[in-house]
C-alpha cells in the first residue's frame, strides 16, 4: 500500500500540519481577542523552543562524529566543507543583493520622515553594546569553546561543530576500537532523534503560545503601521525563494514545489515559532531519508545555520537602506556598495545569537557614519513579525542547500530522492523497482 493511501487513512486531526495550523490560528485569535492573555502564553512557545534546542547540541555531535567516521576519508571531509562554504557564499550574497534592490526600488520607508535627532538610543542600546564586540577576530575565536562542557551548555552550533568534526577525525583514526565507538554514538543518536519525536506532540501548544504571545505583545496596529515595509520584505523572501532558489533547485533536477511539500510541516513550526532552531533535528532526519549521505547532512546543516542566513541577510540590506530613507538620510550608490560589503562579513557573525538579527544591522550601522544606529528604534515593534519571513526563508535555503552540495559531492541519491519528494515511504524508495510494480499491481494503487 503506498504512503499516500496510509496518510488518507490517518484523520485529519491527527496530521501534525493541521494541529499546528489549528494552534496557530487559535494564538492569533487569542492574542486579537485578549491582549493580554495572549502575552501570557509566551511561556508555552519559550519551552517548545527550550526543548528543541535541548537536542541541537548531542544531535550535531552525534550525527557530525558517525557521519566523518563512516566516511573513512579526510579528504572527502574538506571537500564538503569547502563547497559548502563557497555555495553559502554566493547564495547569501545573491539575498544581501536581492533585499538591497527591492528596498531601492519599493522604497517602503520614503515618506516616514523620523527626526534621526529625536530617535531614542537607549531603545537600542542594548544591541549596539552588544554589535561593538562583533569584530572578525572576536567571531573566529568564538568558534573554540572554553571547554568541551560549555559549547554544550551554552548551545553554540559552530562550537559544538567545531569539537565534533574534530572528535570524528580522532575516532577516524581509531581502527577497530574506533568501530565500536562510532556504533555507540550511532544508536545514541537514534535515541535522541526518538526523543525529537515525542517533542514534537506538542509543537501545536508551542505555535499557540508564540503566536499568542506576539499578537497579544505587539498587537495588529504595530503590524500595519509598517505593513509596507513588511510586504516589500516579504516579496523579496519570495522573489528569492522561487526565483534564485527554483533556479538553483532545477539546476540540481530537484523539484521546488515538491520540496517544500516535503518539509511542509517543518514550514509551519518555523512559521509558528518564529525559529528555524525548533526544526533543525527534523530537517537532518529529514534530508537524510530523501537520499543526503549522512555526513553532508551532518557539516552542512549546522554550518548553514550560521553561515547561510539568507533570509536574515536580505533582511539586514533592506533594513540599512529602510532606516536611510526613513530618516531622510540620502545614500550615494558608493555608500550603498559599502554597506553591501559590511554586511557580507557582519551576516556571518550572527550565528548563536539572541537577537542576531538586531546585533549584526547595529554593527553595520556603527562603521557607516551616514546612518544613525538609533534608526534601529524604527524596526523594533515589527521585528518579531518580520523574524518569521527570515526563518522561513533561512530553512528553506539550507535544506536546498544540503541537496545541492550532496548532488554536487555524489553523495545524493537522486532516484530515492524522487520518490520519497513523490510521496513514498521511505522503505518504498528504497525498495527495487520490480518490487513497488508488483505492490502496486497486488493493492490498485
Known sequence: MSAQSKAADQPLYARLWFQVVVGIVAGVALGYVYPARGAAMKPLGDAFIKLIRMMIAPIIFGTVVVGIAKMGDMKQ????????????????TVALVIGMVFVNVMRPGAGINANAAQ???????AYTSTASHLTVTDFVMNIIPTTIVNAFATGDILQVLFFSVLFGVAVLHMGSV???????????????????????????????GAMAY???????????????????????????????????????????????????????????????ETVLPRMMAKLE???????????????????NLDGTSIYMSMAAIFIAQATNTPLTFGQQIGILAVLLLTSKGAAGVTGSGFITLAATLSSIPALPVAGLALLIGIDRFMSGARSLTNLIGNGLATIVVAKWDGQLDMRRLKRVFDGETVAEAEAPEEMLLADHARYGS
Open 178 to 208: 574506533g568501530k565500536q565507538l562510532v556504533g555507540l554514538i550511532d544508536q545514541f543518536t537514534h535515541g535522541l532523534f526518538g526523543m525529537v519525536g515525542i517533542i514534537m506532540y506538542v509543537s501545536a501548544i508551542g505555535a499557540f
Open 119 to 125: 530617535l531614542d538610543p537607549a531603545a537600542v542600546a
Open 289 to 307: 531519508h530523501a537520499g543526503c549521505a549522512k555526513p553532508v547532512v551532518g557539516l552542512v546543516i549546522p554550518t548553514g545555520y550560521s553561515f
Open 77 to 92: 571531509v574538506g571537500r564538503i566543507g569547502l563547497r559548502a562554504l563557497i555555495y553559502f557564499e554566493v547564495v547569501s
Open 214 to 276: 506576539t499578537i497579544g505583545q505587539f498587537g495588529i496596529k504595530t503590524l500595519l503601521s509598517l505593513g509596507e515595509l513588511m510586504l516589500v520584505m516579504v516579496g523579496a523572501c519570495l522573489f528569492f525563494i522561487f526565483v534564485i532558489l527554483g533556479a538553483i533547485a532545477r539546476w540540481s533536477g530537484v523539484s521546488l514545489l515538491k520540496y517544500l511539500k516535503y518539509i511542509k510541516e517543518e514550514l509551519l513550526i518555523v512559521a509558528g515559532t518564529s525559529s528555524s
